[in-house]
């Protein structure tokens, strides 16, 4: 399995919470749904290509 954790720590809504613009920020909650959906899209994109962890590690491409 693809570890999720490091693809959500990169993610635009983690990098906004770093930042103090959570969910406690006043800002449109439909900003933070589109921005989730944009993970999800990232984190099922990633696990169609590759099944674990040792299978990215694998890949030339992504190590260079």
């Known amino acids: 399995m693809v ?4 693809i959500k ?3 635009i809504p983690f ?8 969910e406690d920020f006043d800002m449109p ?11 999800e899209f ?5 696990h169609e290509i590759y099944k674990s962890d040792a ?3 694998e890949d030339d491409d992504v190590q260079a």
């Not at 909650?29 to 993970?39: I, K, Q, S, V």
């Open 55 to 57: 299978a990215v590690h």
């Open 9 to 11: 720590s990169c993610g």
């Open 42 to 46: 990232v984190a099922d994109f990633v």
């Open 29 to 39: 909650p439909y900003l933070f749904a589109e921005m989730d959906a944009y993970g």
């Open 3 to 6: 570890n999720l954790q490091f």
């Open 15 to 22: 990098e906004l919470a770093s930042r103090a613009f959570d």
